[in-house]
């Protein structure tokens, strides 16, 4: 009986295990553990030999309910992939820290100005007050160097002459004897020489005697001799020899227009007239009077007086470059050092030191204070930046390059300095575009930016 149950139980499992391959995997599990048939010689089925699956349907995102195992065979994820994956994120992240997106509109409304890095001179300056003074080189009295009476005054105070251009005109006998003793013996010569000529012509005929010939010798030589002193006396009072002579022709024809008294005054120098001594009538050049009628300046350069102390006098050279520092709405100007004096001032313990200063607009007027920045040293470097262009981040000085999608943070090395600009030792290089004004407003974009990443 009990071996005809085990056959009907066989056949009904082949039966049901040919449909239906999974049931009788089990139903074989059955039998095997019944002790009716051997289940490790049951050979394999289909079924058998697919690989499991999880126990846990996924959930479309990649991740199993909980308690899911994997599949045998099945490689398992590694330990802390997920951080791998999380510091490849944050590593990208890194790349973007000190970059700021920003178009060349939005930089131009925050007023961002830009600046091709270049190289240059770093100049540095003392600071030192001054005065402006009239060029001692351009200045010129118009004197007077006869005795007489101001007869004409031609110009007026701030009026523009040229050079020998007459400004006055004096009434003086002195003038006038000195041009008829020169005239005088100018005609005695003339005719003492054409006594000499007739008594060398005769002389040589031996038509005269000897003495005749050698008396009108004598006589044209003497007057030769007259002629050349009241020459040399007209030159010392200033008057030329051949201007009276004509003169003298001209007054033939308008004999009441003598110009015997006359006497010229003439500017010694182009400029403009800054000073009138004299009125007209006004009685000149005897001990008391007055010595000049007008003081004549060219100010079209002036000089600034320093006085710089002896602690900064050894910086100080002759042809130093000096700058005005000058208000929001006046004027500057740049001038150099012209002398520098070897003597101190026993009372301030200071030297004098001379600018020449060009004045072509005449904005600068003598007796004016000014502050001056005298150059004392210059030094070429590589990459000069302004110091606007540098920030303060963390310690560390940065500027910000600009980048085709904005800016980017740049650490940079100072070297040299003077009052406007760095030497950039690294961290740039000639043709980079930097940032030089209002580069504070990039250094917060990029304050928001990192508070950002940290949160």
């Known amino acids: 009986m009990r071996a ?8 009904i499992g082949i039966a049901i295990g040919g449909a239906f391959p999974r049931v009788s995997e089990v ?4 039998l095997a553990a019944a002790g009716l048939t051997n289940a490790r010689g049951a050979p394999p089925t289909n079924a058998a030999m697919t690989k499991p699956t999880t126990a846990a349907a ?17 490689a398992k994820p590694e330990a802390g992939g997920h951080k791998h994956a999380e510091s490849e994120a944050h590593g990208h992240d890194e790349e973007g820290e000190g970059k700021i997106k920003m178009t060349a509109e939005q930089a131009a409304e925050q007023d961002i100005k830009l600046a091709t890095v270049e190289g240059g001179t770093l100049s540095r300056h003392l600071l030192v007050p001054g005065t402006i003074a009239q060029d001692a ?3 010129a009295r118009v004197p007077v160097r006869v005795v007489g009476t101001v007869a004409e005054m031609r110009k007026r105070l701030g009026e523009e002459v040229a050079k020998g251009e007459v400004v006055a005109v004096l009434d003086s006998r002195e003038v006038a004897e000195a041009k008829s003793d020169f005239l005088t013996a100018t005609v005695k010569a003339d005719l003492e020489k054409i006594n000499f000529d007739r008594q060398q012509a005769l002389w040589d005929k031996r038509i005269s005697a000897e003495s005749a010939f050698l008396n009108a010798k004598a006589a044209y030589s003497e007057a030769t001799l007259r002629v050349d002193l009241a020459r040399q006396k007209l030159s010392a009072l200033g008057l030329n020899a051949a201007e009276v002579a004509t003169s003298a022709k001209k007054d033939e024809t308008t004999p009441n227009l003598s110009s ?8 010694p120098l182009a400029g403009h007239v ?3 001594k004299v009125d007209v009538g006004t009685a000149v050049g005897k001990e008391g009077d007055p010595a000049d009628v007008y003081t004549v300046a060219d100010l079209s350069s002036v000089w600034i007086e320093l006085a710089i102390p002896t602690t900064e006098l050894s910086k100080v050279r002759e042809g130093a470059k000096v700058t005005i520092v000058g208000s929001d709405d006046g004027p500057c100007g740049e001038g150099k050092v012209v002398f520098v004096s070897p003597i101190l001032n026993p009372e301030t313990r200071s030297a004098r030191v001379i600018v020449a200063l060009p004045n072509k607009d005449m904005a600068w007027r003598p007796g004016t204070f000014v502050t001056t920045e005298v150059e004392i040293a210059r030094d070429p470097v590589k990459v000069r930046l302004p110091k606007s262009a540098i920030q303060t981040i963390g310690g560390e000085k940065v500027v910000f390059v600009r980048t085709q999608e904005g800016f980017e943070r740049r650490d940079v090395t100072i070297g040299k300095a003077d009052d406007d600009a760095f030497e950039i030792l690294t961290g740039l290089k000639p043709g980079d575009e930097v940032a030089v ?4 407003v990039l250094k917060a974009e990029l304050g928001k930016a990192e508070a950002d990443h940290d949160h």
């Open 4 to 11: 005809f149950l085990s056959v009907a139980f066989l056949a």
């Open 58 to 74: 996924d959930d479309g995102h990649g991740h199993g309910e909980p308690g899911h195992e994997h599949a045998v065979g099945e």
């Open 274 to 276: 800054v000073e009138r």
């Open 260 to 267: 015997l008294r006359r006497y010229e005054l003439k500017a």
């Open 437 to 440: 004004a209002n580069s504070f």
């Open 27 to 30: 139903v074989q599990g059955a």
């Open 137 to 139: 080189d351009r200045i």
